[in-house]
């Protein structure tokens, strides 16, 4: 392994890691680089992922320590405390290695190796207050992911497309303008993720653009610029096609009446709901949960498995 690590990605397995990060992962790894990430852990043997699931990985070299293009230290939610040999190896490995990223709890191991050295970074909520208490000079950061120089870290694994996406759009280590912009991108998609992810999660009371904007330390206008660029909407039009999506499945998939549905979306009327819903999808929303119990019936009395006959 350490011959061939030299330039590989290697990502470090810890208990209760995420299967969907590290799904995401090796599926980018292996389409940009060519060759699939190797998966390891701390000994060989098969690592339990958050619902059960166990992934057989390699020991990491104990004597020949390799050093990795990128290592991946993933994680979940759950706490966790590495044993002094383990720290050792993984400040060894991490020092030797050309990018570092730290996944959920991976970013605790990353902190207990030593490898962060009061840096700016982004944790799972659940384990922020761990981190801060064994570094107190780490910065925390709002975001789902941040970079600061070789360090990426995420705190969610629905971040972790979008922090690879930053990461396979570096143009490298550059002085002057162009390292400035690479900075500045990488900031703005973690913006825009976090600003999704707070719409995402207040859809029954819909937060403001300026509120959101103030969670995330940026003004109103920056937030509406890095939406234009993007995404190609204003933040406040994706909210609302976001919400109308949302009520769209719940005409399709519950027994709620079109008023609760309206108030489940944010909607202050009946009437203020089904004009938005007409307008963006061009059928009131009576309409579209008709068709919708209409096309199901017949798919079901015909027999076919296909829900995806209702087209829209």
Not at 20 to 41: D, H, N, Q, W
Not at 84 to 103: A, D, F, H, K, W
Not at 193 to 211: G, K, S, Y
């Amino acid at each position: 392994m350490s011959q061939a690590a030299a330039n590989s990605v290697v990502i470090l397995l810890l208990p209760g890691f995420s299967v969907a990060s590290l799904g995401v992962m090796t599926e980018r790894f292996t389409a940009i680089s060519g060759g699939a990430p190797l998966i390891c852990s701390f000994r060989e043997e098969m690592v339990p992922a958050e619902h059960g699931v166990q992934i057989q990985a390699r020991s990491l070299p104990q004597q020949a320590v390799p050093a990795c293009r990128i290592l991946v230290v993933c994680g979940g939610r759950q706490s966790l405390r590495l044993e002094p040999s383990q720290r050792v190896l993984l400040q060894r490995i991490g020092v030797r290695s050309g990018q570092l990223m730290g996944i959920g709890s991976g970013v605790i191991a990353l902190a207990q190796a030593g490898l962060l050295a009061s840096c700016r970074c982004s944790a799972p909520m659940e384990l922020r207050a761990e981190l801060q208490r064994q570094d107190p000079q780490l910065l925390l950061s709002p975001f789902a992911f941040t970079r600061d120089g070789r360090l990426w870290t995420c705190s969610d694994e629905d971040a972790v497309a979008v922090m690879l996406n930053a990461l396979f759009s570096e143009p490298g280590e550059k002085d002057g303008a162009d390292g400035a912009r690479s900075r500045s991108e990488v900031e703005d998609r973690a913006i825009l993720l976090e600003a999704q992810m707070l719409m995402r999660n207040n859809v029954t009371e819909p937060l403001t653009t300026a509120e959101i904007a103030t969670y995330l330390g940026v003004t109103s206008k920056k937030l509406e610029r890095i939406f234009r660029r993007l995404v190609g909407q204003l933040p406040a039009r994706f909210y609302i096609d976001l919400r109308l999506s949302a009520a769209r499945q719940m005409l399709h998939h519950s027994n709620f009446s079109i008023e609760e549905i309206g108030n489940r979306c944010g909607f202050s009327s009946a009437s203020h709901f089904s004009r938005a819903f007409r307008n963006h999808f061009g059928r009131p929303p009576r309409v579209e949960r008709q068709q919708f119990t209409a096309i199901s019936e017949i798919a079901s009395t015909s027999g076919a498995t296909n829900m995806n006959l209702y087209a829209g």
